[in-house]
């Protein structure tokens, strides 16, 4: 069984950065066919898609997030993490990050973190 737990801290001020590492267990990242995403739940809104890694370097960005997010990972940890910079209170949401299977869609998620931007 798959299981990802995001960590991170759950409080940002504003114009930080903002890092999330996600921990997967019962499957590794460097799996061929498995890209690594993360995704937010602002409050009171929809899903959006940040952004995802490949294990052979591919990353992929939102648009509209491209210019100050980005996804490193750790092999050795079995761990991929986001960095967002220059962070507003309109990034407050709760965080995922998920497991997507080669093009059907998400299978597994982590429970979610909650991030709040304030001072």
């Known amino acids: 069984q798959v299981q990802l737990q995001e960590s991170g801290p759950g409080l940002v001020k504003p114009s930080e950065t903002l890092s999330l590492t996600c921990t997967v267990s019962?499957?590794?990242?460097?799996?061929?066919?498995?890209?690594w995403h993360w995704i937010r739940q602002p409050p009171g809104k929809g899903l959006e898609w940040i952004g995802l890694?490949?294990?052979?370097?591919?990353?992929g960005y939102s648009p509209s997030l491209k210019s100050r997010t980005s996804i490193s990972w750790d092999t050795s940890k079995n761990q991929f993490t986001l960095h967002m910079t220059s962070v507003t209170p309109e990034d407050t949401a709760v965080y995922y990050c998920?497991?997507?299977?080669?093009?059907?869609?998400?299978?597994?998620w982590g429970q979610g973190t909650q991030v709040t931007v304030s001072a």
């Open positions: 890694m490949y294990i052979t370097g591919t990353t």
């Open positions: 019962g499957g590794s990242i460097t799996a061929n066919g498995y890209y």
């Open positions: 998920a497991r997507e299977a080669g093009g059907g869609g998400w299978d597994y």
